[in-house]
């Protein structure tokens, strides 16, 4: 996998093996603090409702995004999250993941990881696109993830060869974005220490 390439699809135009065509999209982009948080209803691991704003009445939201089981990065975040829940909670704070893999691929997530947190199989990308963390994968970047590309397109099924950016986020209850996380390099992660620092 080239980290280069991968930035190259995320922030710009890609192109195509078919031919000297370029697809754009729509270049991800973050949120800014003080923004209002856009509202989304989905479904968690547990079939259970989740609806943003209704969390956002009790407390805060940390919600992050992640791409897939497949990625070590996304589960060593994850990992770390559950190990740091408590003291989350402790702040008052309920953590939120967004995927697009599909829900038999989140609970290989949560046995890799433990999470016993909030995770979303986004159906259709909604929320990914709400929050403008999606970005799509040419043929030129599966063929770049090698094998990795094969266990994507397994795991996402209809959400297809879309990745988000891996961002993080702290909404307060007036929903507002207190905290943002926002890195095209998906090796780089919101610490731990930072949520909690600005919960």
């Not at 930035?7 to 982009?29: D, Y």
């Not at 590309?149 to 974005?177: E, F, H, M």
């Not at 095209?184 to 909690?196: C, E, F, S, V, Y």
Request: aromatic share 8%.
């Amino acid at each position: 996998m080239n980290l280069l390439v991968e930035k190259l699809v995320i922030i710009g135009t890609v192109l195509c093996l078919g031919g000297s065509q370029l697809l754009a999209q729509e270049e991800p982009f973050a949120l800014k603090i003080e923004e209002i948080a856009p509202n989304f209803t989905a479904k968690d691991q547990d079939g259970q409702t989740v609806e943003l704003y209704k969390i956002l009445e009790k407390s805060p939201v940390v919600l992050m995004f992640y791409r897939g089981a497949w990625c070590p990065y996304c589960n060593k975040q994850l990992s770390e999250i559950q190990d740091s829940l408590k003291f989350i909670n402790e702040k008052d704070g309920v953590v939120i993941a967004v995927t697009p893999e599909q829900p038999r691929s989140i609970q290989e997530t949560i046995k890799k990881t433990n999470a016993s947190f909030k995770i979303i199989h986004d159906k259709d990308l909604k929320v990914m696109k709400a929050y403008h963390v999606k970005y799509t994968l040419s043929d030129a970047m599966l063929e770049n993830f090698g094998r990795a590309s094969r266990s994507i397109l397994d795991a996402n099924k209809d959400n297809g060869p879309n990745l988000p950016v891996p961002a993080t986020y702290i909404i307060g209850q007036d929903k507002k974005v207190l905290y943002a996380f926002f890195d095209p390099d998906h090796t780089k992660r919101a610490t731990i220490g930072n949520i909690l620092k600005n919960l």
